[in-house]
C-alpha cells in the first residue's frame, strides 16, 4: 500500500512539474515582460478558436526551437474568452504539445491593448511581434506568418 501511495504521489509530481502554466496578464504585463527582456522574442497573439492562429503555432515553435541556442523565446498571448480561460486554453496547449511561455490577455478593450503592442495593430489575429532589444529590431506581423517571411525576420532579428 506504501509503495502504492508514494508511486501515486510521484506521478501526481512529475505531471504537475512539467505542465504548462498560463498566466493571467493585463497588456502592461505583457508590455513590462517585453521590455524586461534580455533576449530576442517572438510574441505571438492568438485564440483557440482562431483557424489561422492554430496554422502558424508549429511554425513558430519549430522555429523558436531551432533558435533556442540564440535563446530566442516564444511568447504565447491568447486573446480567447473568459470562459475559456485557464482549462480549455490548457486542454489545447496539452493536446498541441505546444511549448512556450503563456499569458491569457485579462483585456477586453482592443483599443486600449492593440496600440500598447503596435501602433498599427488592428486586433486582427494572428498577430506577432519579434523583437530583439539588444539590436533594436522590431517587425510587427498583423496575418498569419509564412515560413519564408518568419524565417527573414528572425535571421534579421538575431544580425
Same mark, same amino acid.
Given at each position: 500500500m506504501k509503495l502504492v501511495l508514494?508511486? +501515486?504521489i510521484n506521478i501526481a509530481f512529475v505531471s504537475t512539474a512539467f505542465a504548462?502554466?498560463?498566466n493571467k496578464a493585463k497588456i502592461e504585463d505583457i508590455t513590462a515582460?517585453?521590455?524586461k527582456a534580455d533576449h530576442p522574442l517572438i510574441v505571438n497573439f492568438w485564440a483557440t478558436w482562431c483557424k489561422p492562429c492554430i496554422e502558424e503555432l508549429p511554425? +513558430?515553435?519549430q522555429t523558436a526551437q531551432q533558435n533556442k541556442s540564440s535563446k530566442v523565446e516564444l511568447i504565447m498571448v491568447s486573446l480567447d474568452f473568459p470562459e475559456a480561460y485557464p482549462n480549455d486554453i490548457l486542454d489545447f496547449i496539452n493536446k498541441k504539445n505546444i511549448n512556450a511561455t503563456f499569458f491569457w490577455l485579462d483585456e477586453?478593450?482592443?483599443d486600449h491593448f492593440c496600440p500598447a503592442i503596435d501602433k498599427q495593430w488592428q486586433g486582427s489575429i494572428p498577430a506577432t511581434l519579434i523583437i530583439n532589444k539588444k539590436n533594436s529590431?522590431?517587425?510587427f506581423f498583423e496575418k498569419?506568418?509564412?515560413s519564408k517571411e518568419l524565417h527573414v525576420a528572425v535571421k534579421t532579428m538575431l544580425q
Open positions: 508514494f508511486v +501515486l504548462q502554466q498560463i515582460y517585453i521590455k511554425l +513558430l515553435q477586453t478593450d482592443a529590431y522590431r517587425k498569419k506568418i509564412g
